[in-house]
């Protein structure tokens, strides 16, 4: 338990080190980028310390993760309220979406929503239908990794990272949708189409983001894809 716990740490460890780097070799050098890139890491432990805090403490009421999520949701909003100032241009906790933006974001988000149920359909194991797991995957999850990845996350790394550099005109999000990817995996669990699919899905996520202006879109096709591709793993195969 030990080993795994240290394998854990050592790869989400890994993972800021990936933000950090990357941001730090192509910002321009200043006071505030580096401050922003020291509200990141802080962000990251806090997120990563809050998942396992309910487990650190034996806080479970449930079989099924619900408080380590709740307590990570409420650690990014702290930390937006806290950072918020930092990234005003590239605050993305809004509702009202670009409406110019709006039609080909939503073919975009249609079309990643397909190719999910697609994936889900052809590397999907058989499951039991769990009601509370239905619930869990189709609100929480979503909610819990598109507030902290492409708000928080995201939202920090375009204020630093708004320049074209290397012919790519958003390395932010291109930053965040690896480390997502990445996130899906660790030392003992690293399925490479799995990772590179969410990778490939954090960078459409985060794109949405920036054309709209708004993580609302993202909570939703991340929640449905969940939810749809359990009931996929229940029904069809």
């Known amino acids: 338990m030990l080993g795994s716990y240290l394998g854990i740490i050592l790869y989400q460890l890994m993972l800021i080190m990936i933000v950090l780097l990357s941001a730090l070799a192509v910002m321009e050098k ?20 809050f998942r396992a805090l309910p487990n650190i403490l034996g806080i479970r ?10 307590f990570t949701i409420f650690s990014s909003i702290f930390c937006l309220f806290c950072f918020k100032k930092h990234f005003l241009e ?83 999000i291109l930053i965040s949708g690896i480390v997502f990817g990445l996130w899906h995996g660790n030392f003992t669990y690293f399925d490479p189409v799995h990772i590179i699919t969410n990778c490939f899905y954090g960078y459409i996520m985060g794109w949405i983001t920036i054309k709209n202006k708004s993580i609302l879109i993202p909570i939703i096709v991340h929640n449905l894809i969940n939810g749809f591709g359990y009931l996929i793993t229940v029904i069809l195969i």
């Open 30 to 49: 200043n006071k505030e980028n580096y401050i922003k890139i020291a509200y990141i890491t802080i962000c990251f432990v806090m997120f990563f310390l």
């Open 90 to 172: 590239n605050n993305y906790f809004k509702i009202r979406q670009d409406k110019k933006k709006l039609k080909i974001t939503l073919i975009v988000s249609m079309l990643t929503f397909v190719g999910y149920l697609i994936i889900y359909y052809y590397r999907g194991s058989r499951q039991e239908f769990n009601m509370e797991l239905m619930l869990f995957l189709s609100t929480v999850v979503g909610i819990e990794e598109e507030i902290f990845f492409r708000g928080i996350l995201l939202g920090l790394l375009m204020s630093c990272l708004n320049e074209k550099k290397l012919f790519i005109k958003y390395l932010a």
């Open 61 to 70: 009421f449930f079989d099924i993760p619900w408080e380590s999520r709740v």
